[in-house]
Structures are given as C-alpha cells and as structure tokens.
C-alpha cells in the first residue's frame, strides 16, 4: 500500500508540473510568511535565510480521513496553507478517502487542473463540459488509473463498491480553491432569493426552501 501510494504521488506530482497555471517563480523558492500583514496574490515571501526543511515537508498523508459524514469522503489537503515552501510553484495535493457508497459530490476548483489516480478500491467520476453542450464524461476507475479533470469544470467521485476507496489527486496550484455546487447554491450566506433558484431548476419553491434549510444549516453551523 505504501510503496504504492508513494508511485502514485511521485507520478501525479510530475503530470502536474507540466500543467501549472500559478506565475512561475522569480527566484530559487519564496516560503509563504504566514506572519506577514501585507496583502498580495499568494503570499509575501519569508526571509530565505530563515527557511529550513520544515517549510516544505509535510507529514501525515499516509492516514485515513474520517468519512462519517453526510457524503461519506473526507479530502486532506497539501496546500500552500500546510506547506509555505509552496507558494508560488504552482502546485499542491490532496489524499481523498471514500466510505462504501461515499463520495466527493460535484465541486469544481476555479484555478486548477485536477489529476487524479486511484489507490485502491473503484470510483465512478466524471465532469461535465461548459454550456451549451454540457456533455458529461464519465469513466470507472480501478487502482492504478489516472483521470484528468480540466480547470473550472464540474465534477466528481463516487465509490460505488462495499470496500473503503483512496485516491490521491495533483492540482496545478498552490491554493486551487474549491466550490462544493450544492452548497455554494443553496447554502450561501446570504441566501439566494428562492424564487430565483426556483425559476432556475423549474421546481415549486417550497424544494428550494428545505434544500437551503438543510445546506444553510450546515455551512453556517
């Protein structure tokens, strides 16, 4: 498993450089100071001299994430928020784990490119292509498959099978944000009006109203 996991990583990391979409460096690396009060896109630099290995190491992937929840997956981020040496390679990682049945409901990451590779276990995923044809791609992964999830569009997992599922996934950006659909349409604070999400989906209001009770109360909670 380990061996393996380790493969897959050194894999995704090297797809992933290819496709980075953050500015490139100016300079050997540029540790995000954490401490600093100046705003700028990404992060001041710390001082060079004070950087050691601890600021691009990053421990703890090799262990499962709590799926008891709603969707059944828990996604555990390396980002430029966990490791500061980061900041500005264009570049990050998450482990996801899938319960039976669980999965990473559809989402999609603003500033990134998403490649994935299975573990161990299944998953059904796919995206679906921007308007007006909104064609959707699907594909069922096995251990050791890589899929690709274009910058900005839709998608998701699904483990389909009674055993637990893990995948890593490279993201072509050192923070690629990431916008749960269901929860950013009927969970936003404030909400949105519900006779425009009811005219939107073509259903009674009354639906939209329970949906945003429940996301509401989960976002906001």
Same mark, same amino acid.
């Not at 981020?77 to 980061?86: P, R």
């Not at 603003?110 to 292509?129: D, K, M, N, S």
């Given at each position: 498993m380990a061996? *393996?996991?380790?493969? %897959?990583?050194?894999? =995704?990391? *090297?797809?992933? $450089?290819a496709l980075a979409s953050d500015p490139g460096p100016l300079q050997d690396f540029c540790v995000a100071d954490n401490t600093s009060q100046v705003l700028v896109n990404g992060f001041v630099?710390?001082?060079?001299?004070?950087?050691?290995?601890?600021?691009?190491?990053?421990?703890?992937?090799?262990?499962?994430?709590n799926t008891t929840n709603k969707v059944g997956s828990n996604v555990t981020t390396v980002n430029v928020n966990q490791i500061g040496g980061l900041n500005t390679l264009g570049i990050s990682l998450v482990r996801i784990d899938y319960a039976p049945y669980g999965q990473n409901p559809p989402h =999609?990451?603003?500033?990134?490119?998403?490649?994935?590779?299975?573990?161990? !276990?299944?998953?059904?995923?796919? +995206?679906v292509t921007s308007n007006p044809q909104n064609r959707l791609i699907l594909k069922v992964l096995n251990a050791g498959d890589?899929?690709? +999830?274009?910058?900005?569009?839709?998608?998701?997992?699904? /483990?389909?099978?009674?055993? /637990?599922?893990? %995948?890593? %996934?490279?993201?072509?950006?050192?923070?690629?944000?990431?916008? =749960?659909?269901?929860?950013?349409?009927? $969970?936003? /604070?404030?909400?949105?009006?519900? !006779?425009?999400?009811a005219k939107a989906f073509q259903v009674d209001k009354k639906v939209i109203d329970y949906l945003q009770s429940q996301f509401w109360e989960d976002n906001n909670n």
């Amino acid at each position: 498993m380990a061996s *393996a996991m380790f493969i %897959a990583v050194l894999l =995704t990391l *090297a797809a992933v $450089g290819a496709l980075a979409s953050d500015p490139g460096p100016l300079q050997d690396f540029c540790v995000a100071d954490n401490t600093s009060q100046v705003l700028v896109n990404g992060f001041v630099c710390k001082n060079p001299m004070k950087v050691d290995a601890n600021d691009f190491f990053f421990s703890g992937l090799n262990k499962p994430g709590n799926t008891t929840n709603k969707v059944g997956s828990n996604v555990t981020t390396v980002n430029v928020n966990q490791i500061g040496g980061l900041n500005t390679l264009g570049i990050s990682l998450v482990r996801i784990d899938y319960a039976p049945y669980g999965q990473n409901p559809p989402h =999609t990451h603003p500033r990134a490119t998403e490649i994935l590779t299975v573990i161990e !276990g299944t998953l059904h995923v796919g +995206f679906v292509t921007s308007n007006p044809q909104n064609r959707l791609i699907l594909k069922v992964l096995n251990a050791g498959d890589v899929f690709v +999830f274009p910058v900005g569009l839709i998608h998701f997992q699904f /483990n389909p099978g009674h055993e /637990n599922t893990v %995948a890593i %996934a490279a993201l072509s950006s050192q923070n690629p944000g990431v916008i =749960t659909i269901a929860n950013a349409v009927f $969970g936003s /604070n404030p909400k949105i009006d519900g !006779g425009i999400l009811a005219k939107a989906f073509q259903v009674d209001k009354k639906v939209i109203d329970y949906l945003q009770s429940q996301f509401w109360e989960d976002n906001n909670n």
